[in-house]
Nanobody, 125 residues
Framework: VQLQASGGGLVQAGGSLRLSCVGS????????MGWFRQAPGKEREFVAA????????YYADSVKGRFTISRDNAKNTMYLQMTTLKPEDTAVYYC???????????????????WGQGTEVTVSS
């Protein structure tokens, strides 16, 4: 599975962005998908995840209520709608996919086998 993330950019605090992640190769719709981010000098951290059907979603506490993850399996595409952005949301955002079914594993990087190249999000204050 190849993943291609896009949609990053520069936005003012309080603004919105929508990230997309398109899958190709093996049917990415069979996999759980997630978003992680990595700020300069920090470790990559979990942001949000969604199960293969889209029925279950998971969020980091820092983005809960501001970000929404969704997927369109017919288009092999996952989205991350980000609203009320804050400067601390500045990071490179990576999409990932894996065969994950246990809820506690959705937030763990180790559960994901496939990673996109990242798209940069910068939130100015």
């Amino acid at each position: 599975v190849q993943l291609q993330a896009s949609g990053g950019g520069l936005v003012q605090a309080g603004g919105s962005l929508r990230l997309s992640c398109v899958g190709s190769g093996r049917t990415s719709s069979n996999y759980a998908m997630g978003w992680f981010r990595q700020a300069p000098g920090k470790e990559r951290e979990f942001v949000a995840a969604i199960n293969w059907s889209g029925e279950s979603t998971y969020y980091a506490d820092s983005v809960k209520g501001r970000f929404t993850i969704s997927r369109d399996n017919a288009k092999n595409t996952m989205y991350l709608q980000m609203t009320t952005l804050k400067p601390e949301d500045t990071a490179v955002y990576y999409c990932a996919g894996g065969s994950i079914y246990v809820p506690s594993n959705f937030k763990r990087r180790q559960g994901y086998n496939y990673w996109g190249q990242g798209t940069e999000v910068t939130v100015s204050s």
